[in-house]
């Protein structure tokens, strides 16, 4: 099977997932080094899930490979259910009962809160989403 065809339009959603990936992986450094805002488990679950997307997008970049999604879907698919449910639990959706973080900091306690509803697994949710939008707005647009 051959690779899909070069678009200009597909190489820019890459890149924009790239974009995307490279501020939350640094956004999330910086909190934690130089804020010195420790994460929590389901912070660091979605560190896991982001980091590895900015490698798998630098490479498909440079060539230009489309066939990334595939790597980078999964990924950002489950990091974006572990957003959505550490945002659930911000918000009180879900029981503080059913949280991973029984021992250290708190997977429920605020440590950002700007404007009055951003918070870090917000920011987390709408980063990965993005990601996912434009991932599959690649897949559909290669399929042709």
């Known amino acids: 099977m051959s690779p899909p065809q070069i678009k200009p339009a597909h190489w820019n959603m890459i890149f924009l ?5 490279a501020i939350s992986t640094l956004g999330s450094l910086f909190l934690s080094e130089v804020m010195a805002m420790p994460p929590c ?37 489950g990091g974006w259910l572990v957003a959505l449910y550490h945002t659930l639990l911000y918000h ?3 029981p503080e009962s059913m949280q991973p973080c029984s021992q250290g900091l708190s997977c429920a306690q605020m440590q950002l809160d700007l404007f009055g509803f951003i918070t870090i697994p917000l920011l987390s949710l709408v980063a990965f989403s993005l990601i996912i939008a434009l991932l599959f707005a690649v897949q559909k647009g290669t399929q042709k």
């Open 92 to 94: 009180g959706a879900i």
């Open 41 to 77: 488990l389901l912070c660091w679950y979605q560190r896991i899930f982001m980091y590895p997307l900015l490698f798998i997008f630098s490479v498909g970049l440079f060539p230009f490979d489309a066939r990334c999604t595939r790597y980078a879907l999964p990924l950002a698919i």
């Open 17 to 21: 997932c790239w974009v995307i990936a």
